[in-house]
């Protein structure tokens, strides 16, 4: 191949992970001249797949909410796949809610999505439970035509209107889910079955920002949820699809070294394969710990303000999952559900102490695929993944002697606390399987110490605070961020959202330039 | 229903604070980096991109078969694996940068402790690599490699307690630290080798087995099956058996294969025979684990295979960095082998289509695929992406290949 010059681009993003994508698809389609680069051999990061034997495991996604599949307006995702960029996905409907199993409270219910149906479920578990969870849902239904009324708006959003229509919103806002749990006087009963899905943000209560998690627990529940059926590499691989059609340019197994910044201004990026690569603006899907923590060249171009919004935050939860093949149908086990939240209680508090130990996650969240896509393994057998959350620093003493004989009692104890929770035999059915620690999240995505999600969302770090300081907290000039440390927080449609935003921005600063969609 | 936490005044007070809070808690925060992350750093251990190692010393095992004890380059410990692992190796023969993978012939804690792999390599007639080896390797030889790969391997929460081992020639190489490996760390576990050999007088690491067999009498066992011209049925039967592993001497070791797991390691045409043979004792899927099967040596043996292309010649265009080329390629070999013969050091891992590591794009072109591409993923099909080391062209081809992370821009 013949040697090539200095390459310049528009942009160089780093990472093509949901938020990377988002963004790479924005900018070719706007026509900037965009390179994507991503050190796996595989565009997606978490949104990936992998194939033991027979089956084809997903990674990482157990549903995207909000999708707006479901509802009778096209919005959200597939509004955004269908009309936006047009990329052909087939997705398959997550059947329900979850299934709960509470062991040391005895609870076992099945909890439906749909607001009226979930309501009428807690009032059957709960006798006269049901209206507080119609309170709370309410609440909740307001957080999120609140939030849609700030996305549509941007900087053109009226406080006057603020008050005036959403002063639920910005009254509970600030508070933590138990804050304002406490202040509506719900019952424990009812909060143990409104706050399962705390586990996709592994905040506890105390200090999980309840804009955040009402708004969650709203769109699952009244607008369902869905899957891809080919697993979320479908996603990846249309989108990157997307982006090559647009002109865009990806290249795989290139890591990003450095980002080249001069006099507080990025300048472009210096590859594994010892390239220099000039541009006019860096994207980086690589999180804030990696590029202030190394990626940043000089260092001495990392602004100590950088540091201290870094250090002020604390790292959310380092995913841990246990993927099994199994060679019988969900129908011969017994396996009926496609969520199973698992846990002796909902005491979140607790929950989130016991992730502290290697031997502690008390919750498991679990998935068994076949629920939603019946042939997402071959006839007679069923993918069911295990998965649980660790607070990072837990893992960091493993040494390569230990780590193979931990993980797998580890594993064992898992597979073991669903069985005994369902009653299902997993033990003597397993044909492939596959375990996934801390260690291994930050293998193929290089996320900082194997965490999952990005950063707590505290309420003073949520969604609106966040956003509101995007400007103001970009410490250097043309180096722009993306996915889950974004202001949209963790989540496929998060990460997306943030990426196609941050794409935005950076056209309508460019001279001449508007965004086309 | 209007909804206030703390009161409506102080709520929307809070409200509009959120930012104030933010720059305080922002505020009150150290400026120290990052300090690197403990899971990064074990990845980085466990799963290194690439090794640089040399040889230490080479030993002989029989006349056509050599282990080589490599250590890290500049010494220190390698990564720790799971017996049953392969190196992929990546020797650059006269400006051919090619791929081998050899599965690794010591024990795991050797890697820490003093640090080395051991690989044991049988010549082939008019081999590329294994020739090259023979000519060049001697103690100080440097070799690059991945780290440790591969799926194979024992694993309790998914096997039987009653291991069968079948091993076929130098497909004896991964079992050697296997069952060391697992007698020593699970102690109700029994393990039984069927060997498949052709010579007596030249069987690889007969010595190693026997010793594995002395610390273990009742929970291990070898016997040999020769299906060697000089087999005679008149030998001592608890060690030697004649022809080759078929149901009948599997039956006569093994009173219940149903609760047993198998393990596959040896020649393509032993694995064929191998699986009808076990296949006929009806035992659950998972209870066959087959080591990957390596470059297919003859494409026309396979099934649904057209024979009439195989003598065939064709052209490829190749994307590839940023660049484009053509190479010719022969309809015998695999697209990933015709990469390689250009020089263009294409990626590749297994060589076996079960990793996915030599994913590329067809842009246009027919291909057939070993074992109709077993381990591509599902929206790869849709998308046009398939894996040049189990691919064979079918037409003039135009693909687009990634390239390989450690090979430095040109
Ligand atoms: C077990 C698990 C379950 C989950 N369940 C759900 C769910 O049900 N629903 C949901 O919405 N979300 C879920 N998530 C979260 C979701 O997967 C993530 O929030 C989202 O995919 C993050 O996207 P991202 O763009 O922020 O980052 P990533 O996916 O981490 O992408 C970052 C990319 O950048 C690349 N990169 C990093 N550094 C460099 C460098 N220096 N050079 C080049 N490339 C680099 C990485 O390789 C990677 O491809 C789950 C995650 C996990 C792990
Ligand atoms: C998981 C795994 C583990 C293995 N473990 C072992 C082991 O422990 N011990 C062992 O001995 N073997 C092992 N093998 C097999 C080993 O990887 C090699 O296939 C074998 O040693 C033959 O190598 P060779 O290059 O000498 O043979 P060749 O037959 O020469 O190589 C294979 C192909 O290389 C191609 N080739 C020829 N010339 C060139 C050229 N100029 N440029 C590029 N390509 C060319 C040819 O098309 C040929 O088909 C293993 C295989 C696998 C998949
Ligand atoms: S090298 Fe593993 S699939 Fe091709």
């Not at chain 1, 103001?472 to 961020?481: N, Q, S, V, W």
């Not at chain 2, 929307?12 to 750093?41: D, Q, V």
């Not at chain 2, 990957?292 to 590839?320: C, F, N, W």
Request: glycine share 10%; hydrophobic share 35%; net charge neutral.
């Amino acid at each position: 191949m013949k040697p090539q010059e200095q390459r310049h681009f528009d942009a160089v993003i780093i990472g093509s992970g949901m938020g990377g994508l988002g963004a790479a698809v924005e900018l070719a389609m706007n026509g900037a001249g965009t390179l994507l680069l991503e050190q796996h051999n595989l565009p997606g990061g978490y949104a990936t797949s992998f194939v033991r034997g027979r089956f084809e495991f997903e990674p990482s996604l157990h549903e995207l909410g909000s999708a707006g599949f479901v509802e009778s307006e096209k919005r959200g995702l597939k509004k955004y796949f269908e009309d936006e960029i047009g990329a052909d996905i087939a997705f398959a409907r997550v059947p329900e809610a979850y299934r709960l199993i509470l062991t040391e409270k005895k609870i076992d219910v099945n909890v439906p999505f749909g607001i009226d149906a979930f309501i009428q479920t807690v009032d059957k578990q709960v006798p006269g439970g049901g209206r507080h969870a119609e309170r709370y849902l309410s609440l909740c239904g307001e957080i999120i035509a609140a939030l849609e009324y700030l996305a549509e708006a941007g900087s053109a959003a009226d406080k006057r209107k603020l008050l005036q229509d959403y002063g639920n919103f910005l009254r509970t806002s600030p508070y933590t889910m138990r804050e304002v749990a406490d202040s509506l006087k719900i019952p424990r009963e009812v909060l143990d079955l409104l706050y399962p899905y705390f586990c996709y943000i592994g905040v506890p209560e105390s200090r999980q920002s309840f804009m955040l998690f009402g708004a969650l627990l709203y769109s699952y529940i009244a607008y369902g949820a869905v899957i891809p059926r080919m697993r979320s590499h479908e996603i990846a691989s249309a989108m990157i699809a997307k982006f090559e059609e647009h002109g865009g340019l990806f290249e795989a197994n290139t890591k990003v070294e450095k980002i080249l910044v001069r006099k507080g201004r990025a300048v472009g990026v210096e590859t594994s394969r010892g390239e220099t690569i000039l541009c006019d603006t860096v994207v980086s899907n690589a999180g804030p710990p990696l590029v202030y923590g190394g990626l940043i060249s000089p260092e001495t171009e990392v602004p100590p303000t950088a540091l201290r919004n870094l250090n002020a935050r604390i790292l959310g939860p380092a995913g841990f999952v246990v993927y099994l093949g199994l060679n019988s149908s969900a129908r011969e086990l017994g396996l009926s559900s496609y969520s199973y939240f698992i846990s002796p209680h909902m005491d979140t508090d607790v929950i989130y102490e016991s992730m502290k130990q290697f031997e502690g996650p008390l919750m498991q969240a679990s998935v068994c695929l076949n629920a939603a896509i019946p042939d997402c393994s071959p006839p007679g057998t069923t993918i069911l993944s295990l998965t649980t959350v660790y607070t990072p620093g837990v893992w960091d003493s493993v040494t390569p002697a230990d780590y193979f004989t931990l993980k797998n009692r580890l594993a064992g104890k898992m597979i073991s606390q669903f069985e005994e929770a369902t009653g299902v035999k997993l033990r003597g059915h397993i044909e492939e399987i596959e375990v996934a620690t801390p260690q291994t999240f930050s293998r193929y995505t290089g996320t900082y110490n194997g965490s999952i999600y990005g950063w707590e969302p505290e309420p003073w770090d949520s969604i609106i605070p966040r956003a509101l300081s995007e400007e103001k907290e970009r410490y250097i000039d043309r180096l722009y961020f993306c996915g889950g440390y974004g202001f949209r927080t963790h989540g496929f449609s998060g990460a997306l959202f943030s990426g196609r935003k941050t794409a935005r921005d950076i056209i309508s600063g460019l001279p001449g330039k508007e965004v086309t969609v | 229903m209007k909804i206030s936490v703390k009161g409506p005044a102080r709520d929307l007070a809070a409200f509009f604070l959120l930012g104030a809070r933010r720059r305080r808690h922002f505020r009150r925060a150290t400026s120290a980096p990052p300090a690197a992350g403990a899971m990064n750093r074990l990845a980085e251990k466990l799963h290194p991109g690439r090794l640089e190692l040399a040889v230490e010393s080479v030993r002989f095992e029989t006349p056509d078969t050599r282990t080589f004890r490599l250590t890290r380059h500049g010494g220190g410990e390698l990564p720790y694996f799971r017996a049953g692992q392969y190196l992929s190796l990546k020797p650059d023969i006269a400006g051919n940068r090619i791929t081998r993978p050899y599965s690794i012939t010591s024990l795991p804690e050797n890697a820490l402790d003093p640090g080395f792999y051991e690989i044991t390599i049988r010549k082939r007639d008019g081999g590329f690599f294994t020739g090259h080896v023979w000519e060049t390797w001697e103690a100080g030889s440097r070799i690059e490699s991945s780290g440790p790969l591969g799926w194979f391997g024992y694993e309790p929460l998914r096997d039987a307690k009653n291991l069968v081992f079948l091993a076929g020639g130098c497909g004896i190489t991964p079992f050697k630290p296997m069952a060391a490996d697992i007698l020593g760390s699970f102690p109700d576990v029994t393990i039984l080798l069927l060997y498949g050999i052709t010579d007596r007088g030249s069987i690889i690491f007969k010595d190693d087995l026997s010793a594995i067999e002395e610390a273990y009498p009742a929970r291990f066992r070898v016997v040999y099956v020769d299906s060697g011209p000089a087999a005679s049925g008149c030998d001592d039967r608890r060690v030697f058996e004649t022809g080759f592993i078929d149901r009948r001497i599997i039956a006569r070791y093994v009173s219940s294969p149903r609760d047993a797991t198998f393990y596959v390691c040896g020649p393509p045409a032993m694995h064929r025979l191998v699986e009808s043979e076990v296949g006929s004792f009806g035992l659950a899927p998972g209870r066959i684990r087959r080591e990957a099967a390596g470059d297919t040596i003859d494409v026309a043996a396979e099934p649904g295979y057209p024979a009439e292309k195989h003598g065939r010649q064709y052209r490829l265009t190749v994307h590839s960095a940023g660049g484009i080329c053509t190479i010719p390629a022969r309809a015998a070999e695999s697209v990933l082998q015709s990469l390689e013969r250009a020089g263009l050091a294409p990626p590749s891992e297994c060589r076996s289509g079960e990793c996915g590591y030599c994913r590329s794009k067809l842009l246009s072109g027919k291909i057939y695929g070993i074992n109709n591409h077993h381990g591509r993923r599902m929206a790869d099909a849709g998308f046009g992406y398939f894996h040049p080391c189990s691919s064979y062209p079918l037409s003039d081809l135009e693909i687009s290949v990634p390239v390989d992370p450690f090979v430095r821009r040109t």
